[in-house]
């Protein structure tokens, strides 16, 4: 909530399925507004709107005193673009702040909206949220720089205040021990809630596919069963370098079409792609990735490579703020092409990279930094 500038007119909350959009939405409706009638929550599952324009119940919304809309579910409405747009337009004392999904495109090729809203990406839980949540710190984020520069100081300040706060308990959980949980579940905020978190997770998987990539792409449903294959087939080898030949085999389809899937995948949050400086889609990536470790687990055939969580969480944190690319170096990663690391899931001696981050340390030191301390960047 601190990130946005709650005075632009229209605000869009992007974000993957699962990671809270109706819930910080109703939060911001809580704590900005309580009980006021000028802020009003709807939702487009309401059958209302099968019958009512958006349009038209905003203009009596305004009419009524309200000042701030909350939208949720704005896929479902047909032509939501062009409403939102003429709701803009024609009622200039209204805010509008309305959630969507990643796989909808605000900016790119949207002539109604490109030159008026404002995104904002709501992430799944950072380590740093995560231990919040679980211990009753306050840890704030840290900038890149100041992590690779200080690290040492920074990790073992943090290590104390951990350390503190389970002496105060009397429980003997460490720090790696935390990480590791939040690696396993700590990445989409329905953990909290008393159910199986990997049945959730299966549902908002399956629900990403079918909602956010067939509905919203308008995709044939009976091209489900292969986007599925080609799911599971890199759930099995990721992080892989796609060879694009074999899978459009392995699902009966064409590369092209291999090409556009990947690409829904990412968008929808199932997957990260990798690619050199200065190339995208529709190139082949370098590498892929799942988009977090949390899908690793829950979708695995036993448990995931550990080396491969550790990359996987290293391109996750880093990617939420920082451009990340593949590198012809010996070192893995290059971010915003200035930085170049090297990801180890357990200290390896000394191996002459330029920056490594490895996964079972707790005080890094000289160019080792510890994996935890990089979900600290939100």
């Known amino acids: 909530m601190d990130e946005i500038n709650w005075d632009d007119r229209l605000i869009a909350i992007k974000g993957s399925r ?13 704590e900005r507004f309580g009980h006021s009638r000028e802020c009003l929550y709807i939702n ?7 019958e009512h324009t958006l349009a038209d119940f905003a203009a009596e919304f305004v009419r009524q005193g309200g000042k701030t809309l909350l939208i949720d579910q704005t896929f479902k409405y047909d032509n939501w673009s062009e409403e939102l747009r003429r709701c803009y337009d024609s009622l200039p004392d209204l805010h509008i ?27 799944g839980f950072s380590f740093r949220e995560y231990l919040n949540l679980e211990l009753g710190t306050h840890f704030k984020p840290l900038n ?25 308990k009397q429980q003997s959980k460490s720090l790696l021990d935390m990480f590791n949980d939040y690696l396993h579940h700590g990445y989409f905020p329905f953990y909290l809630e008393n159910r199986n978190y990997y049945e959730n997770l299966l ?11 067939l509905m919203i792409k308008q995709i044939d449903v009976a091209y489900l069963a292969k986007i599925r294959r080609l799911l ?4 099995q080898t990721t992080p892989c370098s796609p060879n694009v030949s074999k899978l459009s085999l392995a699902i009966d389809t064409s590369r092209a079409t291999i090409m556009n899937y990947l690409k829904y995948l990412k968008d929808a949050r199932l997957l990260n792609l990798l690619y050199r400086e200065g190339e995208t889609f529709p190139k082949k990536p370098v590498k ?43 070192e893995l990663f290059a971010i915003d092409s200035k930085w170049y690391f090297n990801v180890f899931d357990q200290y390896k001696g ?16 000289g160019n080792k930094i510890p994996l935890w301390l990089f979900g600290f960047l939100y």
């Open 18 to 30: 699962g990671v809270g959009k109706t819930t910080f939405l109703l939060q911001y409706a809580k």
């Open 44 to 50: 487009f599952n309401n059958f209302y709107f099968t």
């Open 97 to 123: 702040v309305f959630s969507c999904s990643p796989v909808m495109r605000l900016v790119e090729d949207n002539h109604d909206l490109q030159d008026v809203v404002k995104m904002y990406n709501l992430r």
């Open 144 to 168: 890149l720089e100041n992590i690779i520069d200080n690290h040492t100081e920074i990790a073992t300040n943090i290590n104390h205040v951990i350390s503190q706060n389970y002496a105060e």
């Open 203 to 213: 549902k908002t998987i399956n629900m990403m596919l079918e909602v956010d990539i």
């Open 232 to 235: 599971h087939i890199l759930i």
């Open 288 to 330: 892929v990735y799942m988009q977090n470790t949390n899908l690793m687990y829950a979708t695995a055939e036993g448990y995931p490579d550990s080396q491969d969580v550790a990359q996987t969480y290293f391109y996750n944190a880093i990617h939420s703020c920082h451009k990340v690319n593949a590198t012809d170096r010996s």
């Open 350 to 365: 000394n191996v002459g990279y330029h920056l490594t981050a490895v996964g079972n340390m707790i005080i890094g030191e």
